[in-house]
């Protein structure tokens, strides 16, 4: 879709999603701002032609100094603290980076004569609601990452109301791909599966690994995010992005040990796959309904799982091991929470 060239925002510039949102705007032609703090972000993935700011949002006046010089009419906001199962354990930081760094950018942007805010949310604040999950379902979060983005939200709602600017909020599934963080060890766990099998270690499964996921390949996540920023027909609606088919973490598993040329039926005894304890508050199953955006941003599938996990571990493979990057101070609560993560087992 051709659109008029604009002063875009990507907040997360750095990281997985965001980053590739920045490589589609520059393609479109828009001069496009991109801030991270890197506490999850890389180098490697600033687009050279983007204007790319170091910049942690939880600071307010200089996100407010910022949004005064890059006067953006179009937000995708992607920075996140997105462990969700971690965020049990750091609620305090989970909700500083998500919830208040997220109006530390709205409100001034508001001021600064925003039309339009993309806000990247999550199936979570569907919670435990049976799936397949609908647009039109409460909110209900279970989590604290959850209730961080369902109050992104419905604040987003709110505001838009009252001082007149556009939105659209997405609601992804488990996006992965090439540029994912791969040593992020509290989330991600295609990531997860695939570092571990380049260090030629095993890796752990939650439970008994039949809880079922939707997992989107980058490239099935981004043109419709995109689209959501410039077409009218997306304002003020909400959107689940993400394929229809599920796949239990075990099946998962098989295939990451299959593109590594591992039997999944018999893998070696050093990289065969260890069970732990279920997390707490992990969603059972998790997918929804795609009517939507298939009808209003003509989504579709076109990367299949196994398809998906050969590209991740050939881009992995040239990328090398990656030593996991575990949260500088550990966690704020310990109690229950998982032996990978207190006893950094990766
Ligand atoms: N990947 C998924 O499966 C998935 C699913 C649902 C929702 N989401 C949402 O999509 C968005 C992007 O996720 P991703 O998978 O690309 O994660 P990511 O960690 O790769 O990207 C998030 C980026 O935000 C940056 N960031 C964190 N705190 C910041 C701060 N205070 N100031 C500035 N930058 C900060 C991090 O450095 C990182 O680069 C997030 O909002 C996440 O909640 C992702």
Redesign the pocket.
């Given at each position: 879709m051709r659109t008029h060239r604009r002063r875009v925002l990507v907040?997360?510039?750095?990281?997985?999603?965001?980053s590739h949102l920045v490589d589609a705007l520059v393609a479109d032609g828009h001069l496009v701002f991109g801030?991270?703090?890197?506490?999850?972000?890389y180098w490697r993935n600033i687009h050279p032609e983007s204007e790319f700011s170091v910049?942690?949002?939880?600071h307010r006046e200089a996100t407010e100094a910022y949004l005064r010089k890059a006067r953006p009419e179009v937000i995708f906001?992607?920075?996140?603290?997105?462990t969700e199962g971690r965020s049990q354990f750091t609620p305090i930081s989970s909700t500083?980076?998500?919830y208040l760094?997220y109006l530390n950018v709205l409100v001034p942007a508001i001021r600064e004569g925003l039309r339009k805010m993309v806000l990247?949310?999550?199936?979570?604040v569907y919670g435990r609601q049976p799936a397949p999950f609908h647009e039109g379902m409460p909110r209900v979060p279970e989590d604290i990452y959850a209730i961080a983005?369902a109050a992104m939200e419905h604040a987003t709602e709110i505001l838009a109301k009252v001082h007149d600017f556009d939105y659209t909020i997405i609601?992804?599934?488990?996006?992965?791909g090439e540029r994912?963080?791969i040593a992020?060890p509290y989330r991600?766990v295609i990531g997860i599966f695939i570092n571990r099998l380049l260090q030629g270690k095993d890796f752990f499964i939650y439970g008994d690994g039949e809880q079922k996921r939707a997992f989107?390949h980058i490239v099935d996540f981004t043109p419709y995010c995109l689209r959501a920023g410039f077409d009218d027909a997306a304002n003020g609606e909400i959107f689940n992005i993400g394929p229809r088919e599920e796949y239990s973490i075990n099946q998962t598993a098989r295939l990451v040990l299959k593109h590594f040329g591992y039997d999944p039926d018999d893998p070696p005894e050093a990289v065969r796959p260890r069970r732990l304890p279920p997390r707490p508050l992990e969603v059972r199953d998790a997918y929804c309904t795609l009517e939507k955006a298939q009808r209003l941003l003509g989504y579709r599938t076109t990367v299949s799982l196994d398809e998906g996990i050969r590209r991740m571990v050939a881009w992995a493979k040239e990328l090398g091991p990656q030593p996991m990057r575990y949260l500088e101070g550990g966690l704020e609560l310990t109690t229950g929470a998982p032996e990978t993560w207190t006893r950094r087992l990766m």
């Open positions: 907040t997360g510039a750095a990281g997985f999603m965001g801030v991270d703090d890197m506490s999850g972000g910049l942690d949002l939880r906001h992607m920075a996140a603290d997105a500083e980076r998500n760094a990247i949310s999550s199936m979570s983005k609601r992804p599934h488990n996006v992965y994912q963080n992020d991600n989107s």
